[in-house]
């Protein structure tokens, strides 16, 4: 019987995930936002011949996942792998061994979608403005703009 090729793709998948998360947090990867619905963020990251589309998914009513994705220059997926959001309070009763066989999936999956976030949206930086602020002596913040005479 032959494996589907999802079923094959996914070991190299987690090592491409494993490997873009070790170059995200050194600062080699350029992220940039992608689509971003009321359900969905996605980064994407673009190369000559490919892209590479990292989403993070919350559906209504069924478990959130985040989902990798390799695409070709148009944008035709060329495989993906996404993992569900594991049932923490399942897993916290059961006594079944293999119920959190997809824990290291998600949690790997989780902190590169974690550090793209913050690349993109700059938000070390920000934290770091805050914070500078906030440990500053006397008042922060520019003060309010005057009312112009046409909004009176």
């Known amino acids: 019987m032959v494996k589907p090729i999802q079923l094959l793709a996914e070991p190299k998948l987690r090592e491409i995930a494993q490997t ?15 689509t971003r619905t009321r359900n969905e963020t996605t980064y994407e990251l673009i190369l000559p011949e490919s892209r ?45 061994p293999d119920a959190d066989a997809t824990v290291p999936d998600w949690k790997l999956l989780k902190e590169l979608f974690e550090v793209v976030h913050r690349y993109v949206t700059g938000w070390d930086k920000v934290i770091r403005d805050v914070e500078a602020a906030l440990a500053s002596q006397g008042p922060i913040g520019q003060p309010a703009r005057p009312e112009s005479p046409s909004r009176k």
């Not at 873009?20 to 992608?34: R, Y």
């Not at 990292?54 to 994705?69: C, G, K, N």
């Open 20 to 34: 873009l998360l070790q170059k995200t947090k050194a600062g080699q990867v350029n992220w940039i936002p992608g």
């Open 52 to 96: 590479v589309a990292l989403s993070y998914i919350s559906p209504t009513a069924e478990s959130d996942f985040i989902q990798l994705q390799l695409q070709d220059a148009k944008g035709t997926s060329a495989g993906s792998w996404s993992v569900e959001e594991p049932d923490w309070e399942y897993l916290d009763r059961t006594d079944d």
